[in-house]
Every structure is written in C-alpha cells, then in structure tokens.
C-alpha cells in the first residue's frame, strides 16, 4: 500500500520540485525541493502515527471538531517513545541524506525515458483501486493496516465537504422520508417529525425490582473505552476488569450489548436521549440544539435534581451543551473540580479521583431523588495515571490468572499502558461501590454501567468489535441477577428506564417521544428484536444492525452469539438490508436540514404509564434471518460416524428454506467426503435436531476435521454461521 501511494504521488512530487528546480543556484533548489518534499513525506508520517495511535484511519472527522479539541486529542496522543520519534524523523532524514548526495554527484543529462517510465508507474498505480476491498482481509485490524492513510484521508475530506455542498443547496424536503424499523412505518409525528411516535415502550425491569416507597436515585457510570473483548465473561483478550465482573454476578448483564458510535461523542444523546445523529451528532449543533424530551430533562422536570461528573473538559464533543439542554445544572469537570487534586495528564483528572470527587458531594445530597453521571477518561490515549509503577506486575499477575501461556503474553506486554489502566479503572470502580455502599442512599440506588464505546487501540476481532460494549445493571433492590444474551443497544436505555419509573414509582413520560430505541431486550438466549444504526465517526454513518445481520461499510454479516461476525455472499440480502438502513439515513438527513424533531420541545404532554401491547415492542421486521449451527455432537456407531446437529433461528422472522451440510477433510484440507439433510425452513426463534451419517468403511485411519453449516440448496454455498474443523479421529 505505501509503495502503491508513492508511485500515485509522483506526479505531486514533480509538481512541488518545479518552483524549486528553476532556482539559480544548486543550493536554492535543494533547499526548496527538500523542503516541499519534506513538508508532504510530514503530512504522510503524521497521518501514519496518527493511525498508529488510534488504529483507525484519520478520515474527515477532523472537520467536525475545534481547534482546541484537535489540540488536546493531538498533544495528549502524541507518543515520545523512541520508535515513535524514530517514525518522525528518520524519514525527513533520508530524504535529506539522499538529496545532499545526489548533489555531490556529477551532473547528468535529463533523461526523458526516465520521466516517462515513472509517469507510466504513477499512471498504473492510479488505475489500481484506491483502496483495498475490505473482504479480502482476515479481520478488521488488517484491513486498517493496508489502507493508504493519504488516499483515505483525501477522498474522506473532500467526499465530507462535497456532500455539505450538496446539502446547502437541497431544498428542505419534509416529504420522503421513513423512519426505521423498531418504530410502525407511519409514525405518530407525520412526515416532517419521521421520529416521533407514542410512547408505549412495556416496563420490562419493573418484575426484577423490590418495590421501595421512593423513586430510585440513579447512578450512571460511562467509562471511557469499556469494551467486552477485554471485560466480562468469555471476554475475547481476557477480562481485566475482576471487579466488573464480580459485581455482574450480582446484577444485570446483557453480553451483546451495542453503544451506537464509535467515538464519544455521541454516547450522551443516545444514552440519555435515544436521538438521531444528524450531520456530526446530535451534541454538535450546540446552540442550534433543538429542545426534546430526554431521560434528563423528564426527570429533572418531575422533582430529580441531576448531577454530571467528569475529570475532563466538558466543552469537549459540546457535553456541556447537551447537558445544559436538558436541564442539568450540577456540572463538574476539568475548570470546576476543586482544589486538592492534580490532573493525570492532558485530558484531565484519573478516574480515582472523579469517583473521590463525586463521593465528596453524597453528604450534600438533597431529601429528594437524585440523578448522577460519572464519566470516566483514564482508559484513554495517552493511558497515564497516578501510581501507573504498581500496575505493571498486576498485568502478569492477571495474566497468570487467566492462563494465558507464555509464548501470547508479548502482545499484552506490548500494550502494557493500555491494560494498566484497564485495571486501574476497574480498582478505581471497586473503590468506589465500597464508599457508596456505606451512604444511606445506597440501598435506594440503581447503577448504571456501560462503555461509550470499545477502545480501538487494541487489535479489533471483527468490525463490530467497536461497538460491543457491556451494559450492567446493578442495585440493591434486584430480586436476582440475570444474564441476558439479547442484543439491545444504548438507544433502548432511557424508554425502558422511563417505563420501569412510571409504571412502579407513578411518575409520568412523555405521550409521544422521538426514541430510536423500543426498550431493552431481556430475553436469555442470543436474538436481536431491534433495528441498530452505528455511527462510527462523526462524519460516518456506515453501519447498521438488523436482526441477526450486520451491514458494516456496505458489507453483510451474520451475527451470533458474542457478536461473531460471519461473512455472508449473498447480495439479495444485502439489498434488503441496505433499503432498511438507507431509511433510517433519510429520516436522518431530513432532521440534518430542518431539524425538527416535535411540535412539542422540552416539554411535551406527560401522561402516566398506561398498560398496552406496546406497538413499539413488537419485533422489527428483520431484513434477513438467518439459521445457525447452535450445537453439533459426534460419535462412533456402528462403523458410521453420527453427527447430531442443533440448528436455530435466532431471528424475529421465518429463515429462508436451507439444507444442513456436513464435510469431512482430511488432516491436509482435502474433502473426503459429505452429507447434507432435507431442504427446511426454521420458524421465528425455532430450533431443531438433525442427524446425518458418514459411513466409515474404506477411510484410512488418522485425524479428519468436520465442518457443519447451513447452505443454500441452490448452490450449496453457506448462508448461516456453522461450526468448523471439529476434530474427528478414526482408529481402527
């Protein structure tokens, strides 16, 4: 890829050269070639570190942040270690070396085959595609690698800025579009409000409480970067954060578990307001906001006094902004803290501190409920805290506990920081619920925890690896703990939240709100009710969730259990599911222009919890169901190899008809041979059995692998997430 972007450069090179060769003197025209040269070889290792830092391509996002905000990611990401600096300055420094020895030689003739032969490079390297086709690489991570920084960095920039052109100059169209699945297709609100809607979101947490005579305080804690590859169980890296994981045992846990950006900045509007993004995110238009119902602002309005806690700037993303909106007045952050503390780095205080910070005020607290938010940022670039020295031995320590063997543990040591503040921040948390515990508000309260979203810096599984973050309720008052493997996402937070006090504690919601989310999904086996847009960056809205089927920048996958992401070939599909999202992106882009969201504003009719089949709560309509292989057992009977297979539709919706395949390879990958059932469709959240036979005779005796699947009966090919290279060993 790098040598694929020099070669498209050359012409630019020639272009910056042609000023500075029609200087007088050798020494001017090196001087000015080295220094245009220089500059661009600059642009191109910044946008390198910058990838290398954040592992994600710098695209156009960079146009929707300030000045200041640029300063403070780039200074507090900046890395000074010896192979960063190394990656700043050796290549200035070959080029350099390289110009001052082409000057010692003797002077040669031009030579115009030469130029010609590298116009010719430059030409085929522009006829080559611009970017690497995602599929082509085995996980996220790689994919990210091959891209060429400059060419994505342009054609984001200028694709962003064509599009606000575009957009300035299309007239206000309130009549076309529909909004997403989890809502009925002619919403409440018409055409110019596409997301408003009655609100009959059912109280699904309301059985899993005791019932206490006041309305709950709540505590809601975002920590910066959680993510599920990393914290909880079956985590894919191992869990770093005991303490999470021990509370889960004790509370509310939704393994599969969505955020709805990849970034920060929109974790507060779909948190708390369930709202659409707009152009660069909700909290981005700032003043032009426009006034809506929020789990803040209907709280605040009903006698809860809210309270926001950060150690860091809380301009940042407009927070404060949104937060002011929505009613809440108590913000403390990087300019309000107060004496007796030290900020940990660029962004601000660590973690210990914001928690010490928040305890400080309980004594303060007024007679009536209360609504806290804590927002984490320690587990963030550049990953330094107080007492980091301590943390070191802790990681091999944990290391040790999860068993991971000797010769893995250098891609954990390689990302020693990022760890240590993992388990930093999971100290910081234990701390805290310890403090907590002895307040008398405690026993009344119910904790929130969720991640904005996953850290990048570590290498991603799959795409929707950076989404997957945990959610955990967890109060004194829950009759029992619960696992729920059901995907919901932060959008379904605030409905059910508002459901669960109106319908136990009597307080009021809105009549008709503008939630993308239609509550949380507490169903214990894996299955997907919801329609899910993700915005990974403020400029790029590539990725929807619908059913069990993923759309992620205009590729389809099968999801499962855990969110493991399988490709699937099946362009029909895709077309469904892209006619789906592309509704969404329209609702989307007419509340960009007009930004009318409802007649109503920040005070709409409060009515009280009404007891209803939810509209809401029926299951979206999912553009593709797809059937998997839940489980597949193998045994020797009578000389045939029997193979029982246990295939599921995890889906709201029929699956397609498919024919269950199972393939014997040898230990080399050649196919010894197969057996595939009758053609069947799955029922919406079936299950059934199958078994197939492989007779033994004639095998020779060694080690084989079977794979299992569901394939289409047309070509075969595979249309559901299976199992592979189960082990199967024939011995005589």
């Known amino acids: 890829a790098g040598l694929v972007a020099l070669a498209r450069a050359l012409p630019l090179l020639f272009l910056l050269a042609w000023p500075g060769v029609s200087l007088r003197t050798p020494r001017a025209q090196r001087l000015a070639v080295g220094a245009s040269w220089s500059l661009l070889l600059l642009v191109q290792v910044a946008l390198e570190q910058v990838f290398l830092a954040a592992r994600v391509p710098l695209g156009a996002e960079w146009l929707a942040y300030s000045l200041a905000e640029l300063r403070t990611t780039a200074v507090a990401g900046i890395r000074s270690d010896a192979l960063a600096l190394a990656g700043w300055w050796l290549p200035p420094i070959a080029l350099w070396l390289a110009l001052t020895w082409q000057a010692r030689r003797p002077a040669a003739a031009a030579r115009p085959v030469a130029f010609v032969l590298l116009l010719a490079v430059s030409l085929v390297a ?71 809607r009655e609100d009959r979101t059912p109280d699904v947490l309301g059985p899993l409480f005791d019932h206490a005579p006041q309305p709950p305080h709540l505590v809601f804690i975002i920590v910066e970067g959680l993510g599920r590859s990393f914290s909880g169980p079956d985590a894919a890296l191992g869990s770093f954060t005991p303490f999470l994981d021990e509370l889960a045992t004790r509370g509310l846990y939704w393994d599969n578990f969505l955020s709805n950006q990849g970034r920060t900045f929109g974790v507060l509007p779909s948190l708390f307001g369930s709202l659409p993004f707009g152009d660069t995110g909700f909290a981005e238009l700032g003043a032009a906001m426009p006034a809506h119902a929020g789990l803040l602002s209907v709280l605040t309005q009903q006698g809860y006094r809210a309270r926001f806690y950060s150690g860091w700037n809380a301009d940042f993303d407009h927070e404060r902004d949104y937060l002011q909106r929505q009613g809440v007045q108590d913000i403390v952050d990087l300019a309000r803290f107060g004496p007796g503390y030290v900020p940990a780095n660029e962004w601000g205080y660590a973690d210990r501190d914001l ?53 893995q543990r250098a891609r954990y040591r390689q990302s020693a920081a990022i760890y240590e503040s993992i388990l930093y921040t999971d100290d910081a948390l234990r701390a805290y619920f310890e403090a907590a515990a002895k307040d008398a508000s405690y026993a009344n309260t119910i904790f929130v925890i969720t991640g904005d979203h996953r850290l990048p810096e570590l290498p991603l599984e799959n795409r929707i690896a950076r989404y997957h973050v945990p959610l955990l309720i967890y109060s004194p008052l829950l009759k ?92 029909a599909a895709a077309a469904r599911l892209s006619t789906r999202f592309d509704a969404f992106r329209a609702a989307n882009a007419q509340f960009a222009r007009t ?110 692998f079977l794979a299992v699947l569901p394939s289409d009966p047309g070509d075969g090919k595979r249309i559901g997430p299976g199992r592979y290279r189960i082990p199967v060993s024939i011995r005589r």
Do not use: C
């Open 126 to 196: 522009w006829a080559l595609p611009l970017q690497p086709a995602p599929q082509r690489w085995s996980d996220e991570d790689a994919y990210a690698v091959a891209v060429d920084k400059p060419g994505y960095f342009l054609a984001e920039s200028g694709a962003w800025w064509l599009r606000g052109r575009a957009a300035a100059r299309r007239p206000d169209d309130v009549g076309g579009a529909s909004r997403p699945g989890d809502a009925p297709a002619m919403p409440d609100g018409g055409p110019r409000y596409p997301f408003l």
């Open 355 to 407: 928690f010490a910070r928040a305890l400080a005020d309980l004594p303060q607290r007024d007679s009536g409920p209360t609504l806290t938010v804590l927002q984490t940022i320690t587990m963030h670039t550049p990953y330094t805290f107080p007492g980091q020295a301590a943390y070191r031995k802790r990681i091999e320590q944990r290391l040790d506990a999860l068993g991971v063997p000797a010769q």
């Open 480 to 571: 029992a703990p619960r696992r729920i493997r059901a995907v919901s996402s932060q959008f379904d937070v605030a409905p059910s939240l508002l459901a669960y006090l109106a319908h136990a504690h009597g307080l009021q919601r809105p009549a008709r709100a503008t939630w993308l989310g239609s509550g949380l999904d507490l169903a214990p086996a894996f299955r997907n009710l919801h329609d899910i847009p993700i915005k990974q960056t403020k400029t790029l809205l590539e990725d929807f969730v619908s059913g069990t089927s993923f759309l992620g920048h205009g590729r389809l996958y099968a999801l499962d259990d855990g969110l493991a992401a399988e490709p699937v070939d099946d362009p």
């Open 595 to 704: 930004l009318a969201l409802s007649p109503e504003g920040a005070h709409p009719r409060l009515v009280a919890y009404a007891e209803a089949v939810p509209a809401s709560a029926a299951p979206a309509a999912t553009a593709v169901a797809v059937p998997s292989v839940e489980s597949v057992d193998v045994s020797r009977v009578d000389g045939r190899l029997r193979i029982d297979v246990a295939f599921a539709n995890a889906d709201a919706v029929a699956s397609p008809a498919f024919v269950p395949l199972a393939v014997l390879v040898d230990a080399h990958g050649r196919e010894v041979g197969e057996r595939s059932g009758d053609a069947m469709p799955l029922a919406a959240g079936a299950r059934r059995q199958v078994r197939l036979e492989f007779p033994l005779d004639g095998l020779p005796h060694g080690d084989y």
